[in-house]
């Protein structure tokens, strides 16, 4: 079973819901049922870490600045990104674009709003939990 399955069934939304549920809980049993053993593949991770040794865990990046995430060479997938914003400019998570390129293309194959891209539309936070997204919203 799919996200497109649970999702366009036609069922009612309960019995969906029980099923969409099903379908995540057995996704992770299959997921965590690999780990002990050994794959033919090398993890990265990249990180805001503090290279001063202090408590820094941040980037800040200023009006027109541009950062880079992580750059990394041969073929992967993404499998997770996570983020937090602390900005008190109004609408910076429409202001704020997020860029991935891909095989050294001259052109992003991704160009978005920070915010779009994570499930945050108008620029407006709101809780949000779903299977690719989730997003916890500061008080």
Request: hydrophobic share 40%; with cysteine.
């Amino acid at each position: 079973m799919n996200a497109n399955t649970v999702l366009l069934s036609g069922l009612p939304l309960r019995q969906a819901t029980e099923q969409w549920r099903a379908a995540i809980e057995n996704a992770n049993t299959v997921l965590l049922s690999g780990l002990p053993l050994v794959q033919p593949f090398r993890t990265r991770r990249a990180s805001s870490w503090d290279r001063t040794g202090g408590n820094r865990d941040r980037l800040c990046v200023a009006p027109g600045e541009t950062v880079t995430l992580m750059q990394a060479g041969g073929a992967g997938r993404i499998t997770h990104l996570w983020m937090t914003s602390a900005c008190r400019e109004p609408d910076h998570l429409r202001k704020c674009l997020l860029r991935m390129y891909w095989d050294n293309e001259p052109e992003p194959s991704v160009l978005c709003p920070l915010g779009d891209f994570f499930g945050v539309g108008h620029a407006t936070t709101a809780p949000l939990v779903s299977l690719p997204l989730g997003m916890a919203p500061a008080p």
